[in-house]
Each structure stands twice: as C-alpha cells, then as structure tokens.
C-alpha cells in the first residue's frame, strides 16, 4: 500500500450538529452553505451560516476533513442538537 493511502479503518466518521445558541426559542433558518459536499476542510472553517431572529451565526467544522453529506437544506427549519451534516477524518 503507498504511504498516502489510507486504511479504511483510520478513517472516522463526525457529525456537524446544531448546537446552543442561546438564542432561547427562537427559530433557526439553515441559511446558505458554504463548502459543497466532497470539499476538503480545516478544523474551524466555517461550514453553514444560520439565521436567527436576524442573527447571522457561522457554524464551524468541527475537524479536518471531507464534508461527505450535508442533512439539512437551506431555509430549513433547524432544532438544537439536530444533526446537520456528516465529515469524515483521518483524526479522532
């Protein structure tokens, strides 16, 4: 196996999940995404805008990665906790 190649075993699996705002129970808008699923991204660039209550937040990658499948369109409804797309990373 060349030495760039990968074990499918090393590779993991994350989710992006929609976390507490603190924004209480005001609605939250998938806005626009950013990278397109098969994109590579880095720790903390930013994934997914959402709206609230006329607050634009950025909802960072969680790892260094592929973006596989996002789960949410935009101008979907989003609920705390709500798992909004899926990464995979060679990193824990």
């Known amino acids: ?9 090393d590779i993991m699996r ?3 999940v929609l976390p507490d705002l603190g924004l209480g129970e ?12 098969g994109s590579r991204v880095t720790q903390g660039d ?4 959402v ?8 909802l960072p990658s969680p ?5 596989v499948d ?4 935009e101008d979907d409804r989003l609920e705390v906790g709500q798992p909004l797309a899926v ?4 990193e824990p």
């Open 26 to 37: 005001l609605p939250i808008t998938a806005s626009l995404w950013l990278v397109e699923p």
């Open 46 to 49: 930013r994934l997914l805008e």
């Open 51 to 58: 709206l609230a209550d006329g607050v634009t937040v950025d």
């Open 70 to 73: 996002t789960l949410v369109s």
């Open 1 to 9: 196996m060349p030495p760039f190649a990968r074990n499918q075993a």
């Open 14 to 16: 994350h989710q992006l």
């Open 63 to 67: 790892v260094t990665g592929v973006l």
């Open 87 to 90: 990464l995979e990373s060679t």
